[in-house]
């Protein structure tokens, strides 16, 4: 998911208005966005959660800000992804999902085996269930994500 955000600030002003939204260190107090920033933009991810610490949501997207800097003001790009460790162990499940289906596939047809088509499902609900869940997960986030993002730039 892609998004964009004008302001009227000065790169510089847009980069240490970021930093000062940030933890300066440490994971034990409540911040409402964790990540880093730098002179091209940041890594962020909102923290939802209203209790003194930060709850883990692994579809929370990862907002990756590229700063722009024109004539009428700074536009931040900000480009929404899943982070790496969901994407890959997703991927991983829907690899070994397809390999299990490719082979009873291949008994039944060569083996004419077809006592093993109900064995077909569990892999095809697994399928659905790690792509729905993903698809779910994150385009649920992504709007509360991009939202409390554009908050913090708001009238700025």
Known sequence: MKYSIKTKMTKEECIEYTKDNLPKSGWLKK??????????????????????????????????????????????QVKQRLSIAVSIFSTIICIFA??????????????????????????????????ISCVYGFKNCAT???????KMYAGK
């Open 31 to 76: 911040y409402k966005y964790l990540g880093y920033v730098n002179d091209k933009g940041f890594k962020i991810t909102v923290n939802p959660s209203t209790n003194s610490y930060y709850k883990q949501n692994s579809f929370k997207p990862v907002n990756v800000g590229k700063i722009e800097e024109h004539d009428s003001g700074v536009i931040i």
């Open 98 to 131: 397809l390999f299990i289906i490719g082979i009873i596939s291949l008994e039944i047809v060569y083996g004419e085996d077809y006592s093993l088509i109900p064995c077909l499902l569990i892999p095809i609900v697994i399928l659905i269930v790690v792509i």
């Open 144 to 150: 509360k994500d991009m939202e409390e993002i554009k």
